[in-house]
């Protein structure tokens, strides 16, 4: 039943982290750094393998596209949040809420479409080296990174549309500092536990079967480099899965605690930490994580400053 006509609600109060405005100035300053340096991490990631013609591999096409889609996260709450930071009102409005509903989750999917990818590409690469180049040729990746993109943004529009139907008639402030799903149903006139279980059931099913395909993947490989002969070459391949299985961590291990602890995800303190953690905090770590322990990514960060420094001259 289409009810949007009961609306009175026209814009929502983004609450963000209840603090002195000396403490918001400061979280202004620090979040505002950690942007900064997220987007140039990620940034410095991207060209890296965009100008440099020996990272024109499937391995480096898929980490250039999960930098890529750091950066577009990252966009879809900090900026808001700065801005919140400073402001009185804290005001976003409807349609702005349900635009970052939608992209802040689209994106988020996305990573746990891409994170399996790049899993199943370490699997091939290392448990079928001989016929790694034919099977994850260029052509293949690509078709597979456009499929992770389009599925992601088919995922939500659906449960997103019958959200906005329900009817907001007050109070309009979220405790959060991000439209999320769990904050506006809590909002609605009326009940609506068929969509809140539909959100959670879609949701959960996404983060649960990426992961689990992602600990096949890894338990494959594991299997494989564990009869490798030489240390050295156990080595390698541990330290070529090392960096991505860090990130896996880090991203899932946050983002499981909304959906395996339930009474620790219903309270907004939990939400806003665990949200923060994945949305910003991962993010900027990635570039050092995959960049430190990687050495033709390094080799191509030095070239990319050398050539900067000469361009200055």
């Given at each position: 039943m289409n009810v949007s006509g009961v609306n009175t609600v026209t814009e929502f109060i983004l609450l963000s982290f209840a603090c002195s405005r000396q403490v918001e100035v400061l979280l202004f300053v620090l979040f505002f750094v950690s942007y900064i340096l997220t987007l140039m991490g990620n940034g410095a990631i991207v060209c890296a393998v965009v100008l440099d013609n020996r990272l024109h591999t499937p391995m480096y096409i898929l980490l250039a596209n999960f930098s890529f889609l750091e950066i577009c996260y990252i966009n879809t709450t900090v900026p808001n949040m700065l801005r919140n930071f400073?402001?009185?009102?804290?005001?976003?409005?409807?349609?702005?809420?349900?635009?970052?509903?939608?992209?802040f989750f689209s994106f988020g999917i996305n990573e746990t479409f891409l994170l399996p990818l790049m899993a199943f590409d370490r699997y091939l690469a290392i448990c079928?080296?001989?016929?790694?180049?034919?099977?994850?040729?260029?052509?293949?990746?690509?078709?597979?990174?456009?499929?992770?993109?389009?599925?992601?943004?088919?995922?939500?529009?659906?449960?997103?549309?019958?959200i906005t139907q329900l009817p907001f008639c007050g109070p309009n402030t979220i405790d959060h500092f991000v439209c999320d799903p769990?904050?506006?149903?809590?909002?609605?006139?009326?009940?609506?536990?068929?969509?809140?279980?539909?959100?959670?059931?879609l949701s959960s099913t996404?983060?649960?079967?990426?992961?689990?395909?992602?600990?096949?993947?890894?338990?494959?490989?594991?299997?494989?480099?564990?009869?490798?002969?030489?240390?050295?070459?156990?080595r390698k391949a541990f330290s070529t899965c090392g960096s991505h299985l860090v990130v896996v961590s880090l991203f899932y291990g946050t983002i499981m605690v909304m959906y395996i602890s339930p009474t620790l995800g219903n309270q907004a303190g939990i939400q806003k930490i665990v949200t923060l953690f994945y949305s910003s905090v991962t993010p900027l770590v990635n570039p050092l994580i995959y960049s430190l322990r990687n050495k033709d990514m390094k080799a191509a960060l030095r070239k990319i400053r050398m050539?900067?420094?000469?361009d200055q001259k």
């Open positions: 400073l402001s009185e009102t804290k005001i976003i409005s409807f349609t702005g809420c349900f635009l970052q509903f939608y992209f079928w080296p001989l016929h790694y180049p034919t099977i994850m040729s260029l052509h293949l990746c690509v078709n597979l990174v456009i499929l992770c993109w389009v599925t992601a943004f088919l995922c939500y529009p659906i449960p997103i549309y019958y769990g904050p506006l149903l809590a909002l609605s006139c009326i009940p609506a536990p068929g969509i809140e279980l539909s959100c959670s059931i996404i983060i649960f079967i990426t992961f689990l395909f992602i600990l096949a993947s890894y338990t494959l490989v594991l299997r494989a480099v564990l009869r490798v002969p030489s240390a050295a070459g156990r050539c900067t420094k000469s």
